[in-house]
């Protein structure tokens, strides 16, 4: 059992090596940098920012500027921000814990939905109930995510149910604890809602197809013969034996909810990694670019991870596998 | 004597698409009639897409047929509640024909063995692993694969296996629906052995349902010939096959080299 962790675990970190030095390679290669657009400014003067560039060591070559960035990575700092001018782990933590406020909750809910509503599909092949789910689930996946956002952002504009951006209302330090989780909620509702119908769709396609698949099989009859409920049934039987592409599709849909996500905070301006990346992009701030990078694998890998370690729980003959191995 | 099972003018009718796009329905089943006597075994045989496995779902419970009635024990369990049907399932048991799709592949033997006596209740864990053991004894396996998974036993093993957790319900009716085909030879001899000793000893009645006729010879009492889901030709075993009267069960006999050859080998009774 270690030895499937570990060669996972050293998979991972592979990966995520993997990623830093391409992600430096390609902001390294993309035209221009941060110190481009202050030597347009006339105000500055060219000594200025020369001393600027070599402060910060922007001229050296890119595996010393790998190395220092590693070294930095250690004592935890990631880099250095130009335009914040601070160190870019602490920028990162603040709106990554933003972001995977949004994601994980996005992900718990839409899986918590999708697998009743999946089973119950399933349960129903063929007939109007079915029938129905499927052509809402097509309807929602032809609809881009961008435009499911913009479609909420209008409703909370008209109807003024949802704040329309933000993590917080203005006043939001001097209310109490309960008023101050409602607040939040309020502002999470629709990020959440504008992720739930993006991800839902694909989800609940998935687990009406897999679960639809098992329950012909001949051990679910028999089961079924023994006299066992419909409803034990479906879930201590079916779905079980259906899962195993399904925490697959877990591990993938972390990935997915998060790319996601990216969009839908810049465009309900919730205060996480998608919009504080984007400045950066277009800052041309290298550390913080790389840094974001590296979350987002991070968190995917995480994903996948989470996704092995289930399949290792969940079905005993990948444990027969790997301990023959 | 009283039949234990007594099937009445069964149809079912499924909805199929056909390659045009429409709809069309199928006759799986059209006026099946028959009676089975309690410790006696009927063959039910015929070419594939004759309705025997349709029948065998609707005799176990596990599909609703059209019309018709299943009388077993004084009602007919086509009309009951589901909650009644529930309680019913147990005695009337089916065998698939393959036995490795039939055995959850996740479970280990011990899990597949306890889950019937799980939904029994009222039996201890330790209790539980004693009668466990006792039905692997009794359908010839040994006690030291119950921490294997299905994949890990041979054909014959699974089928045995599939067989005890059938009979950890102290079922009436056994239905063996091709239980045998997906089988070697001599395996195949082997189970046919242990099927006709856990009748003797158990009194149990069987539903064998094959398009091996040479098998059917073997074990049955009695033989219900089917075609395009009806029964064309029924009766006692030696009198349908030696003269048949319907072309379809020429047929059969015809492509049964072993029933031409007779004498096989007695099996065990």
């Known amino acids: 059992m270690m030895r499937y962790f570990l060669r996972r675990l050293a998979h991972a970190f592979l990966l995520i090596f993997g990623v830093s030095i391409l992600a430096f390679l390609f902001t390294t290669l993309a035209p221009g940098n941060y110190f481009d657009e202050i030597r347009l400014n006339p105000q500055i003067a060219p000594e200025t920012v020369a001393a600027l560039r070599a402060q910060y060591q ?57 697998l009743p509503l999946g089973v119950w599909s399933a349960e129903r092949l063929g007939q109007l109930s079915d029938r129905m789910i499927t052509w809402g689930t097509a309807a929602l996946l032809v609809i881009p995510d961008l435009a499911l956002a913009l479609g909420l952002l209008v409703l909370a504009v008209r109807t003024g149910w949802f704040p329309t951006g933000g993590m917080a209302s203005v006043d939001f330090e ?22 739930l119908l993006s991800a839902l769709p694909l989800l609940v396609r998935h687990v009406r197809a897999a679960v639809a698949e098992v329950l012909g099989a001949p051990f679910l009859l028999a089961a079924q013969g023994h006299g066992i409920s419909k ?70 890998v995480a994903g996948n991870f989470i996704a092995d370690a289930l399949l290792y729980w969940a079905d005993p003959r990948i444990r027969t596998e790997s301990g023959s191995q | 004597m009283q039949p234990l099972l007594r099937v009445e003018n069964l149809a079912k009718r499924y909805a199929r698409r056909n390659a045009a796009g429409g709809r069309e329905d199928v006759l799986a089943l059209d006026g099946v009639s028959f009676e089975i006597v309690p410790g006696t075994t009927l063959a039910v045989v015929g070419e594939s897409g004759s309705g025997k496995s349709t029948l065998a779902l609707c005799l176990a419970c596990l599909e609703d047929p059209t019309s018709g009635s299943v009388w077993y024990e004084g009602k007919d369990i086509i009309k009951l509640a589901e909650k009644e049907r529930r309680k019913i399932r147990p005695q009337i048991q089916l065998i698939f024909q393959d036995p490795a799709n039939s055995l959850n592949p996740r479970w280990k033997v011990l899990e597949i063995l306890r889950e019937p006596l799980v939904l029994r209740g009222g039996i201890s864990r330790e209790e539980m692993k004693e009668r466990a053991y006792s039905l692997l004894g009794r359908v010839g396996l040994s006690v030291e694969i119950t921490e294997r998974l299905p994949g890990e036993l041979s054909g014959g093993q699974r089928q045995r296996l599939a067989i005890a957790r059938a009979l950890a319900l102290e079922p009436k009716v056994l239905i063996l629906d091709e239980a045998l085909s997906a089988l070697d030879c001599s395996v195949q001899a082997q189970i046919a052995n242990l099927l006709v000793e856990l009748q003797s000893s158990l009194r149990m009645t069987y539903v064998f349902i094959t398009h091996d006729l040479g098998m059917a010879e073997h074990v049955a009492d009695e033989i219900v010939v089917m075609n395009d889901g009806r029964i064309v030709e029924q009766g006692r075993v030696e009198e349908v096959l030696r003269q048949p009267r319907q072309e379809i069960t020429r047929r059969l006999v015809a492509a049964a080299p072993r029933l031409a050859r007779v004498p096989m080998a007695p099996i065990g009774r």
């Open chain 1, 58 to 114: 922007i001229d050296r070559p890119l595996p010393l500027r790998y190395a220092s960035w590693v070294n930095s990575l250690i004592h935890g700092e990631m880099g250095f921000s130009f335009a914040y001018n601070s160190p870019v782990a602490p920028l990162l933590l603040v709106r990554a814990r933003n972001t995977l406020l949004l994601t994980i909750t996005a992900t718990v809910l839409a899986w918590g939905i999708a």
């Open chain 1, 174 to 195: 001097n209310f109490t604890l309960l008023h101050k989780l409602k607040d939040l909620a309020l502002h999470m509702a629709l990020p959440i809602l504008a992720l």
């Open chain 1, 231 to 300: 409803r034990t049934l479906l879930y201590r039987y079916a779905l079980p034996a259906a899962a195993n592409p399904l925490i697959s599709l877990f591990g993938f849909s972390v990935g997915a909810l998060l790319s996601g996500s990216l969009l839908i905070e810049v465009v309900m301006s919730w205060p996480g990694i998608g919009p504080f990346l984007l400045e950066a992009i277009l800052a041309r701030d290298l550390y913080v670019v790389i840094g974001g990078v590296l979350f987002s694998t991070v968190f995917l």
